[in-house]
């Protein structure tokens, strides 16, 4: 059985009114219907984003978030196919950003793809598209409960542009420096959660935070129910996110599903196990959640990498994807994250910064833990079992790789940062982009600011009666002293529930 080869003449793949396109992958089939069906379950990914951080806000400005995750997607679509795809992905990429060679999707079909021959291009492309999708929406987390909902979308475009598609490309395109330094990272540790968490805290940082009459911003989610669903569709779509950047359908890719299982696991077992401490023997189910949440961040840079770029090939003359740490190594790499994050619970408070969705929590500090612990344990007795693949890390006697994992994290979070503030604060004095909403929208909540005859809840509770005004409702759910119709609009004004 012949693997395809790509051929500079042909770089489409071969025109389907002359020659069956198809046949180049006979009896080769599965490896990229397994790698298209873990972008189908990859998108989930990005709603279950929207229902987590829709029942961390507040109810008054929860609509917006679910409305985002949605917008979002559609956004990154355009902008991957417009040249997203070739600023990442181009075969002439330089060291740092890809060129035009596949603008608006051209010659993106039948070809092997860059990263691996056993995959036609257009399917890599989709499943690298879901990719960029959900690491701008983790990015909007930033703007949560204050963020106007148009320039966030313009800063979507922007940041998918100048941000997300020059760091993936360090990363993941053969000829990107971080790609030969090389450091390990396949899967996303640095593209998509190192960077996706400083970028979340640089919109927080430019905002400014909440504005509030009273007490200070409630820290707990609004609604636990969308809390744990959104884990569920995130776990779930992880399964693709990682087993899917083997690139093929081999016992590998199972690996890494297993391993991201695992990590998923130990990780709200470390988190559980803090919360149980710190809160006298009481449990949190969204402690539980952002603990899967941390785990499965960890273990993203330490799963499986695809050596099947340019140049390379599979069987004989070809190089398949290679483990870089165990199963035991998973499940303390993913216990260790959670317990790390999760004891940086007040970092927005240490920094000043009102990041309260725990962006860059969970994805800033997540990835950094998981990319370092990646270059700790990094073993060539996992990554040669493709036969000839080392890939040794600190526990292999290889120090030198985590110096590696260092300079990427150091790269891509000053990188990440600098740039997402210039984008906010140029995109803050543009006229007509102001990026937050005004004091009164912002307490009284976004949702009834920013959409037409749609909150979340029973709708009553939200619409004037006898003259009253919204809010009562917040006073009539809280346990304790029986409210007040006065105390009931007061708590309204301030909490926007």
């Not at 021959?117 to 409960?145: K, R």
């Not at 009834?448 to 979340?456: A, G, L, R």
């Amino acid at each position: 059985m012949s693997t395809p080869v790509y051929n500079a003449s042909e770089p489409n793949g071969g025109n389907p009114k002359e020659v069956n396109v198809n046949a180049q992958y006979a009896g080769l089939e599965f490896h990229y219907t397994y790698l298209a069906f873990c972008a189908f379950i990859v998108w989930l990914i990005i709603p279950g984003i929207g229902f987590v951080y829709g029942g961390l806000a507040r109810r008054k400005s929860a609509l917006a978030l679910l409305f985002q995750s949605l917008m979002v997607a559609s956004i990154t679509t355009f902008q991957w196919m417009f040249w997203g795809y070739s600023l990442t992905y181009s075969r002439s990429a330089g060291p740092f950003i890809g060129d035009l060679a596949n603008f608006a999707m051209k010659n993106v079909t039948a070809a092997p793809s860059v990263a691996s021959p056993l995959i036609p291009e257009i399917v890599f492309c989709l499943y690298q598209m879901m990719f960029c999708a959900c690491t701008v929406q983790i990015v909007i987390g930033g703007s949560f409960e204050r963020g106007r909902i148009v320039p966030s979308l313009v800063f979507a475009f922007i940041w998918a542009t100048i941000v997300y598609c020059p760091i993936a490309s360090w990363d993941w395109n053969p000829n990107g420096w971080l790609f030969k330094l090389p450091s390990l990272d396949y899967a996303g540790g640095g593209p998509v959660h190192i960077s996706s968490g400083w970028a979340a805290l640089a919109y927080a940082f430019v905002l400014g935070k909440r504005k509030t009459i009273g007490a200070k911003p409630s820290k707990k989610a609004h609604n636990t129910t969308l809390v744990f669903l959104g884990t569920v569709f995130i776990w779930f779509g992880w399964f693709g996110f990682n087993g899917g950047s083997a690139l093929n359908g081999t016992i590998r890719a199972m690996m890494a599903a297993f391993n991201t299982n695992t990590a998923a696991s130990t990780g709200a077992i470390g988190w559980v196990l803090v919360d149980y401490v710190k809160h006298g023997r009481k449990f949190s189910v969204v402690g539980a959640c952002e603990g899967v949440i941390a785990g499965l961040v960890g273990i993203t840079p330490g799963m499986l990498e695809s050596q099947g770029f340019i140049g390379a090939h599979i069987d004989e003359d070809a190089r398949a994807a290679a483990g870089y740490v165990s199963v035991w190594a998973a499940a303390l790499i993913g216990f260790l994250t959670a317990i790390g994050v999760s004891l940086c619970q007040n970092i927005g408070d240490w920094v000043g910064v009102d990041e309260g969705l725990d962006v860059f929590k969970l994805h800033g500090i997540g990835g950094i833990l998981g990319s370092f612990l990646t270059g700790v344990f990094a073993s060539s007795s996992v990554s040669m079992l493709d036969g000839f693949t080392p890939a040794p890390g600190a526990i292999d006697g290889n120090g030198m790789q985590i110096a590696k994992q260092l300079a990427e994290i150091a790269a891509i979070s000053s990188y990440s940062f600098i740039v997402s503030s210039v984008i906010l604060f140029t995109l803050k004095y543009i006229p007509g982009m102001h990026l937050r909403v005004t004091e009164e929208v912002e307490l009284s909540g976004l949702d009834m600011d920013q959409f037409f005859d749609e909150q979340i809840g029973d709708r009553t509770i939200f619409e004037p009666t006898d003259g009253l005004i919204r809010g009562i409702s917040t006073s009539i759910s809280t346990p304790g002293t029986p409210p007040t119709i006065a105390d009931g609009v007061k708590e309204g004004q301030a909490n926007g529930a």
